[in-house]
């Protein structure tokens, strides 16, 4: 293979689909995880305008342990080689849904999901070295106030759409924590892991909120929160240059402007008991 690689989950829409066709663009050979096979089927018929590459789609629910890990081992054994993984894939539920395996489906999507993908591809990104993980994260993690990662890994209470705010931020401060956490894991040289803050962007990502889908209509029309925009922080952190080396940043959307953990997952001691504990969970969950 001639061409680098780079895994982008969540890619058949919004950020990912935009991230996706500016990797494409720039010579990257794309490797979709997607839920539905119809937006994949159209995203790779899409892609075509602008890559002469292979587009592989590996298909999963993110937001179940056991196919996040399985679909990590099915691009580890197809793929000889991985040179990015974008980590993009959330969703913020208005109110509380709980997967087939007993989690808040918020909680597996945006943290649990992604954290178990990146695992199963960890060697292979080392042995691909130099490799970059991208994770999305959201200023929204600053609506979190609290953190206590082993009731909040597993807390499935019921909310509504007054709390959801919250426990999305909070989703999103577990990608800060558990992103630096692996950043310190891994050596710079070989391995990078940054995420960020790609601002407002009119995607799916709300798209259980009534009337979501005539609003993101009305604000593409209006040009307001363009994923493409969102998205070019995502590319820049996957390919820049001048990143190389940098590893357990947070961004901004904003001239990719260095941004700090809110301070209730700063702390390199939380951010490792949010790190033990989703071990510890993914452990159990395997075993069970």
């Keep these: 293979m001639d061409r680098p ?20 663009r720039q010579g990257y050979r794309i490797a979709a995880v997607a839920r539905s096979r119809d937006r994949a089927e159209a995203l790779v018929d899409d892609l075509a305008a602008v890559t002469d590459a292979p587009v592989d789609v590996f298909h999963a629910d993110l937001g179940l342990l056991s196919r996040a890990r399985r679909v990590g081992e099915e691009i580890a054994a197809r793929l000889p080689r991985v040179d990015v993984l974008v980590n ?3 969703l913020h539920a208005f109110s509380q849904r709980i997967t087939a395996e007993g989690f808040a489906e918020m909680t597996a999507v945006n943290h649990l999901g992604p954290f178990a993908l990146t695992q199963a591809l960890t060697d292979t990104l080392l042995a691909s070295a130099p490799a970059r993980i991208v994770n999305v994260a959201s200023e929204a993690s600053r609506q979190a106030r609290t953190i206590a990662p082993a009731e909040d890994l597993r807390r499935t209470d019921p909310y509504g759409r007054r709390e959801s705010m919250a426990l999305y931020g909070r989703t999103k401060l577990m990608t800060i924590m558990w992103s630096q956490e692996l950043a310190r894991r891994l050596d710079p040289e070989k391995v990078t892991v940054n995420c960020c803050d790609p601002g407002f962007n009119a995607t799916g990502l709300g798209r259980d909120l009534p009337g979501s889908a005539v609003l993101r209509r009305v604000l593409n029309a209006l040009r307001i929160g363009d ?3 969102g998205a070019g922080i995502i590319v820049r952190l996957a390919t820049d240059p001048a990143l190389a080396r940098t590893s357990g940043g947070y961004f901004s959307v904003r001239d990719a402007r260095p941004l700090r953990c809110p301070e209730p997952g700063r702390d390199a001691r939380v951010q490792r008991d949010l790190w033990d504990e989703t071990l510890a ?3 159990a969950h395997a075993a069970g």
Excluded at 17 to 22: G, T
């Design 5 to 24: 690689v780079a895994v982008i989950t969540g890619a058949t829409s919004g950020l990912g689909r935009a991230a996706a066709f500016e990797l494409a």
């Design 281 to 283: 969970l993914l452990a």
């Design 88 to 90: 993009n894939a959330g």
């Design 227 to 229: 994923p493409r925009k």
